[in-house]
């Protein structure tokens, strides 16, 4: 079980660039890692996936080192908006019953301070 | 973009009802799945499904069951409601093989208290 481990709350100043990290070092060979964002009361959206190096998309960009025993989400100038629940996720694919394995960290809550 | 309704934002129940909570997506996703969210616990799976009368417990099935009857609709069922349920409850749905490369998308969450 690829447990994960992720800071419990971050605080940032508006405009500055934040990286959250996460660890998972039971991460198997065919896992992935997604990141979500969940605001109060809606449901997580998807924020960035990777394999292994560096992804970058319009909102983020993950770090993941070559033994992908971690993975750091960067968010760059960040905004009030962005405050929320950050939660990567490590998980594989399912090959047969109780063989699937996708666990959520326990989230990482940004507050963003003007 | 797809879209995962769940049927009830807030729900109220009394220990010992029935409760069932509906989730439906409108994108022809094979799978969908429920969490549960609590405070300091983060997101637990609960079931999953892969195919239309196809489900697999995830981490904390006791106390639940599911059906998939037709295949944009999941339904999560609490046989015998307890405190120890009150919770939000979020459905997700995802496309392709059960994978942890398939981006989830979830609905905005139901809100059970069992009193």
């Known amino acids: 079980l690829a447990k994960t481990t992720q800071p419990i709350s971050m605080d940032s100043y508006e405009g500055q660039e934040v990286n959250i990290t996460c660890s998972h070092n039971?991460?198997?060979?065919?896992?992935?890692i997604t990141w979500y964002q969940q605001f109060p009361s809606q449901g997580p959206r998807f924020i960035i996936q990777g394999y292994k190096t560096k992804v970058t998309n319009e909102v983020a960009s993950l770090f993941i080192p070559a033994d992908r025993k971690s993975s750091t989400l960067s968010l760059p100038r960040v905004s009030l908006s962005d405050t929320a629940v950050y939660y990567c996720?490590?998980?594989?694919?399912?090959?047969?019953?109780?063989?699937?394995?996708?666990?959520f960290g326990k989230g990482t809550k940004l507050s963003v301070i003007p | 973009d797809v879209k995962v309704t769940q049927s009830s934002r807030y729900l109220v129940k009394r220990t010992g009802e029935k409760v069932f909570l509906e989730c439906v997506q409108d994108m022809d996703h094979e799978n969908m799945f429920w969490y549960r969210q609590d405070p300091g616990l983060g997101l637990r799976l609960i079931y999953f499904?892969?195919?239309?009368?196809?489900?697999e417990k995830g981490d904390i099935p006791e106390g639940y069951s599911v059906s998939r009857e037709k295949k944009e609709r999941f339904s999560l069922i609490l046989e015998s409601a307890s405190t120890n349920q009150t919770s939000m409850y979020l459905c997700?749905?995802?496309?392709?093989?059960?994978?942890?490369?398939?981006?989830?998308?979830f609905g905005a969450g139901s809100r059970l208290t069992v009193l």
């Open positions: 996720l490590v998980g594989d694919r399912y090959s047969g019953a109780g063989s699937y394995q996708l666990t």
């Open positions: 039971n991460i198997a060979t065919n896992d992935y």
């Open positions: 499904s892969y195919d239309v009368k196809m489900k």
């Open positions: 997700a749905s995802s496309l392709g093989p059960v994978s942890g490369a398939n981006v989830l998308t």
